[in-house]
T-cell receptor, first 117, second 111 residues
Framework: DAGVTQSPTHLIKTRGQQVTLRCSPKSGHDTVSWYQQALGQGPQFIFQYYEEEERQRGNFPDRFSGHQFPNYSSELNVNALLLGDSALYLC????????????????FGSGTQLSVL | GDSVTQMEGPVTLSEEAFLTINCTYT??????LFWYVQYPGEGLQLLLKATKADDKGSNKGFEATYRKETTSFHLEKGSVQVSDSAVYFC??????????FGRGTSLIVHP
């Protein structure tokens, strides 16, 4: 049973460019959340997708957007990249909850390391 | 808002030493508390959790007790192994329903 898979594993972009990161959830999961982990910091919640809609959002600007597909996979898009967007981007999958709560059923991928030059 | 404060690392220990990683929190309501572990090149894995005051979470020899009076959730292990070397994150899920992580504490265990 494949866990959460993310692609690509590493990415290098320049300021002002746009980037798309991809995530396939663990088999049987229908909810995907995205996190940004800056170097030396803990993960910060970006947003959560369920039924192809954004359900919860953290304190991130509109440059960060997402999408969820009918097969539950998800994309994270970041426009107008800044140097400060350099980070490890983590995807986590889970089963739907009536409200969002971090639970033992949250499974993380290994992340995409984004470097903005 | 909700916040988690962890002791700064790295924590460097010899094999079989006793481990404590301190974690304190600020939250509204009655949060659930978690410890996650991140091995090099991997995503976060849930290590243990506690959902109410005085609960003790435990897994793989690690333990943490939910102390509401001191707003703490310190991680302990009686005898660490080299394979325990990783980054440990304390986290909470509180009234805002948005998860909050600490900055992480790196543990290095020498043979």
């Amino acid at each position: 049973d494949a866990g959460v898979t993310q692609s690509p594993t590493h990415l290098i972009k320049t300021r002002g460019q746009q980037v798309t990161l991809r995530c396939s959830p663990k088999s049987g999961h229908d909810t995907v959340s995205w996190y940004q982990q800056a170097l030396g910091q803990g993960p910060q919640f970006i947003f959560q997708y369920y039924e192809e809609e954004e359900r919860q959002r953290g304190n991130f600007p509109d440059r960060f957007s997402g999408h969820q597909f009918p097969n539950y996979s998800s994309e994270l898009n970041v426009n107008a990249l800044l140097l400060g967007d350099s980070a490890l981007y983590l995807c986590a999958s889970s089963l739907r909850a009536t409200n969002y709560r971090l639970s033992e059923k949250l499974f993380f991928g290994s992340g995409t390391q984004l470097s903005v030059l | 808002g909700d916040s988690v404060t962890q002791m700064e690392g790295p924590v460097t220990l010899s094999e079989e030493a006793f481990l404590t990683i301190n974690c304190t929190y600020t939250a509204t309501g009655y949060p659930s508390l978690f410890w996650y572990v991140q091995y090099p090149g991997e995503g976060l894995q849930l290590l243990l959790k506690a959902t109410k005051a005085d609960d003790k979470g435990s897994n793989k020899g690690f333990e943490a007790t939910y102390r509401k009076e001191t707003t703490s959730f310190h991680l302990e292990k009686g005898s660490v192994q080299v394979s325990d070397s990783a980054v440990y994150f304390c986290a909470l899920s509180g009234g805002s329903y948005i998860p909050t992580f600490g900055r992480g504490t790196s543990l290095i265990v020498h043979p």
